[in-house]
């Protein structure tokens, strides 16, 4: 519906209702004018009746009242008239049949004073006029100046008379006639004038439409020419601007979709719930489905998560509000499936709420590949190491049998110095051997990597009941501050904690160990940190410190070297690091970060 229309509708009820209560109040007017007019005559002229030739109402007679009531009926134009008491019963009355009735209750209130009633309006109506009769004497100037004391004439009753109001309702009639005809015109032409001036103000719409038609084509150069100052020439030139915008926020649109749909990475975008509003060419292509297939579909459909925790990605998702590197398999075609990695997070609103969901999922079929590869070099490895450890550890224990065997056969022979020689031989036969099983350890960090939810704190207990007897023997107290849960190699967590706390116990400060385990949640996951009482370390010596045979020590202290080194391969296999702070004679800090943990 046009705005035009709209306005004249709006406008027509008010100017109907107004000229219908102007209509009525005029009417009202008009009759009680007319009335009050036509009552008024008629009290004149009963009045002068009465004064020239009423007769006797002191004592009043109905063959003396009727002659001079159809007079005055008759000069009146009257349909009616009578004669009542005080008491309102009627004496004498024109229709003789209404002789010695009542008048209506309404005469009381005009008893006095005079007044008139209309019964029936109407064409067939009549209105009563009252018209108090009182006595008649003369007035001699004692009476005048004892009635302007305050006395009174003696009211002796009321004439009424019925006044047809024919006349009087012809009358407004046609006043009323009139009186719609002037408000018909009236009103007319405020509708018309109300209909020109819209318009002239609407003219500016259709150029409007026209510049907002271009810009849905994707003219978006468009420019809308409104040179009014009113709200359409603000409105015409907020199009305009928004025009500019758009342009520039389209261009930048396509831009990024270009860029989505050429990205190598697979890209899935969903709502809330989890239905594909859109993919890009790569999860295209990796599914084997095109776009219109995968739009409204479960993103879950394509993860056959048979055997895994119900939801997987998408339940990790909404209850830690991100999800990086989940490991799971997409389905790639009928019986096709492809190992990737999923990482996902919400889509914030301009208001900060989530309102979808993107998710990049990356193909690591070369990477299983290559870890499977990995794998099995790692198994020779440790199959090389365990028969290599196997094969070495039989000729130490043969040179230290013989080597002691020599040494009790031939101690005299040999002289005092013997003894301490085969001393010698024996422990360094006795650290070849604790090197060799180091190295196996070593080569052991990553054959058989079996990640599972880990109690840190239970990894504790457990290193603490392995170190028993040492941490007994030193007296060491080990304290624990928050120990998260990771997803972690139960052997691996253990074997952290267990090299931290022996090399703590170890390099001892002369006083009891004083050791504390304890945890922080960082950026990107959890930063565990190990701090003692112990000797300290020299900063000069951290370049050193986690290499391989990495000893700040000589021989007086055991060990090969080994124990830090395992524990910067094993940091480092989780994408985390390794470091320590320390003053010599103070104590050390070493520090480890377990990156990709939940909070």
């Given at each position: 519906m046009k705005i035009r229309v709209k306005l004249l509708l709006f406008l027509f009820p008010p100017l109907l209702l107004s000229g219908l209560l102007i209509n009525h109040l005029t009417g009202r007017a008009v009759c009680s004018t007319l009335h009050g007019e036509t009552s008024a005559r008629v009290t004149s002229g009963a009045r002068r009746l009465l004064e020239s030739a009423a007769p006797d109402f002191a004592a009043p007679r109905e063959e003396k009242l009727l002659p001079f009531l159809y007079s005055m009926?008759?000069?009146?134009?009257?349909?009616?008239?009578?004669?009542?008491?005080?008491?309102?019963?009627?004496?004498?009355?024109?229709?003789?049949?209404?002789?010695?009735?009542?008048?209506?209750?309404?005469?009381?209130?005009?008893?006095?004073?005079?007044g008139y009633a209309i019964p029936e309006h109407g064409l067939d109506g009549f209105m009563e006029v009252y018209v108090p009769v009182t006595e008649r004497r003369a007035e001699s100037p004692e009476e005048l100046a004892?009635?302007?004391?305050?006395?009174?004439?003696?009211?002796?009753?009321?004439?009424?008379?019925?006044?047809?109001?024919?006349?009087?309702?012809?009358?407004?009639?046609?006043?009323?006639?009139?009186?719609?005809?002037?408000?018909?015109?009236?009103?007319?032409?405020?509708?018309?004038?109300?209909?020109?001036?819209?318009?002239?103000?609407?003219?500016?719409?259709?150029?409007?439409?026209?510049?907002?038609?271009?810009?849905?084509?994707?003219?978006?150069?468009?420019?809308?020419?409104?040179?009014?100052?009113?709200?359409?020439?603000?409105?015409?030139?907020?199009?305009?601007?928004?025009?500019?915008?758009?342009?520039?926020?389209?261009?930048?649109?396509?831009?990024?979709?270009?860029?989505?749909?050429?990205?190598?990475?697979?890209?899935?975008?969903?709502?809330?719930?989890?239905?594909?509003?859109?993919?890009?060419?790569?999860?295209?292509?990796?599914?084997?489905?095109?776009?219109?297939?995968?739009?409204n579909t479960g993103v879950m459909d394509l993860f056959p998560w048979e055997g895994r925790e119900p939801g997987g990605w998408l339940a990790l998702l909404r209850k830690n509000g991100e999800v990086r590197d989940f490991e799971t398999v997409l389905a790639a075609g009928p019986g096709v499936t492809v190992p990737v990695l999923v990482s996902a997070s919400f889509i914030q609103d301009n208001e900060g709420n989530n309102s979808g969901i993107v998710a990049v999922i990356r193909d690591i079929t070369l990477r299983k590949k290559y870890e499977t590869e990995m794998l099995r070099s790692n198994e020779d490895l440790q199959r090389f190491a365990f028969v290599a450890s196997h094969d070495l550890q039989e000729p130490l224990k043969t040179i230290t049998n013989y080597i002691q065997l020599l040494e009790a056969k031939y101690?005299?022979?040999?002289?005092?110095?013997?003894?301490?020689?085969?001393?010698?031989?024996?422990?360094?036969?006795?650290?070849?051997?604790?090197?060799?099983?180091?190295?196996?350890?070593?080569?052991?960090?990553?054959?058989?990597?079996?990640?599972?939810?880990?109690?840190?704190?239970?990894?504790?207990?457990?290193?603490?009941?392995?170190?028993?007897?040492?941490?007994?023997?030193?007296?060491?107290?080990?304290?624990?501050g928050n120990l998260p849960t990771l997803r972690i190699d139960r052997c691996h967590l253990e074997s952290l904690l267990q090299n931290l706390i022996s090399n703590a116990i170890?390099?001892?400060?002369?006083?009891?160990?004083?050791?504390?385990?304890?945890?922080?949640?960082?950026?990107?996951?959890?930063?565990?940190?190990?701090?003692?009482?112990?000797?300290?370390?020299?900063?000069?010596?951290?370049?050193?410190?986690?290499?391989?045979?990495?000893?700040?020590?000589?021989?007086?202290?055991?060990?090969?070297?080994?124990?830090?080194?395992?524990?910067?391969?094993?940091?480092?296999?989780?994408?985390?690091?390794?470091?320590?702070?320390?003053?010599?004679?103070?104590?050390?800090?070493?520090?480890?970060?377990i990156p990709g943990q939940p909070g």
């Open positions: 009926a008759a000069d009146l134009n009257a349909s009616g008239a009578c004669f009542a008491g005080a008491d309102g019963t009627i004496l004498a009355h024109t229709d003789v049949a209404k002789k010695g009735k009542k008048l209506p209750a309404v005469y009381a209130e005009h008893y006095l004073n005079g004892l009635r302007g004391a305050g006395q009174e004439k003696k009211q002796l009753g009321i004439l009424v008379l019925d006044i047809p109001l024919k006349g009087a309702v012809a009358t407004e009639n046609r006043t009323a006639k009139k009186n719609t005809l002037v408000l018909a015109g009236v009103y007319s032409g405020i509708l018309l004038a109300a209909f020109l001036l819209t318009g002239l103000a609407l003219r500016p719409i259709p150029r409007l439409m026209a510049g907002t038609e271009r810009i849905r084509l994707g003219d978006y150069d468009a420019h809308i020419s409104v040179s009014s100052h009113d709200e359409f020439g603000d409105l015409a030139r907020s199009f305009n601007e928004m025009a500019k915008t758009l342009s520039g926020t389209i261009v930048s649109k396509n831009y990024l979709d270009a860029i989505v749909d050429n990205m190598v990475e697979t890209l899935v975008v969903t709502d809330m719930g989890g239905v594909i509003r859109r993919t890009n060419t790569a999860a295209r292509a990796i599914i084997g489905r095109p776009d219109k297939d995968l739009t101690r005299t022979a040999l002289g005092p110095e013997s003894e301490k020689h085969v001393e010698f031989i024996t422990g360094a036969v006795s650290r070849m051997r604790a090197l060799i099983l180091g190295l196996l350890q070593y080569s052991k960090i990553n054959a058989s990597l079996h990640l599972e939810a880990v109690d840190s704190g239970e990894a504790l207990d457990y290193v603490i009941k392995a170190l028993e007897n040492s941490i007994s023997a030193s007296k060491t107290v080990v304290e624990r170890k390099y001892r400060n002369g006083a009891a160990p004083q050791i504390r385990v304890s945890a922080e949640k960082g950026e990107s996951g959890w930063i565990f940190e190990v701090r003692d009482n112990g000797a300290g370390i020299e900063s000069a010596y951290e370049k050193k410190l986690f290499k391989l045979f990495g000893r700040l020590h000589g021989k007086d202290v055991e060990g090969a070297g080994i124990g830090l080194a395992s524990c910067k391969k094993i940091v480092e296999y989780y994408g985390g690091k390794i470091w320590f702070k320390s003053e010599p004679g103070k104590g050390s800090s070493f520090f480890f970060s």
